[in-house]
């Protein structure tokens, strides 16, 4: 155990100082690009996994007549397990241990993909009629669909001051090479 925490933290020490000489500017200590163009890339990529896990536990808990409850928990244990997974992909993509790489998921997107979840479901709730919708009706895509651009728009703040304290996808940012 000893031997892979001591990998995974060389590692992520030769992949940071790798990407400090390719990137000038973002070396240790140098503050993270806190620009409003990072942010939106960051929510964007939280967007792609929260999407793909909203909109299938939305799909299969209507399609199995489950009750509003039972369909948002399982929308959002999806949209958290998508949005996790893709990060862990190109964490684990860039050579990071596993157990590295789900500690660099968790801190990166814990908070996007809460208030993500928080607003488009807080969306879907409050929009009259559209928890009843059926996967036929326009209401039920349309409001998906409004609830997500919602959600992106008022996440992206969040990711925009998170990145700028060294923080959510910044911490991810070192590994992309």
């Known amino acids: 155990m000893r031997h892979e925490t001591h990998q995974a933290h060389a590692h992520e020490q030769h992949a940071h100082e790798q990407h400090a000489h390719e990137h000038p500017g973002h070396g240790h200590g140098a503050a993270p690009d806190g620009s409003w163009a990072t942010a939106v890339r960051a929510t964007l990529h939280c967007l792609t996994g929260c999407a793909i896990g909203e909109v299938l536990g939305m799909v299969v808990g209507t399609a199995l007549g489950w009750g509003n409850t039972a369909t948002l928990v399982l929308a959002i244990v999806l949209a958290f397990f998508f ?92 590994y992309h090479h």
């Open 83 to 174: 949005g996790y997974a893709l990060t862990l992909r190109g964490v684990l993509k860039a050579g990071v241990g596993l157990r590295a790489a789900v500690r660099v998921a968790l801190a990166a997107d814990t908070l996007s993909i809460a208030v993500m979840e928080l607003v488009d479901n807080g969306v879907i709730v409050l929009w009259p009629g559209a928890m009843d919708a059926g996967l036929g009706d326009a209401l039920f895509w349309g409001a998906l669909a409004i609830a997500l651009a919602v959600a992106f728009v008022l996440t992206t703040p969040v990711n925009k001051w998170m990145i700028g304290r060294g923080r959510g996808h910044a911490v991810v940012h070192r």
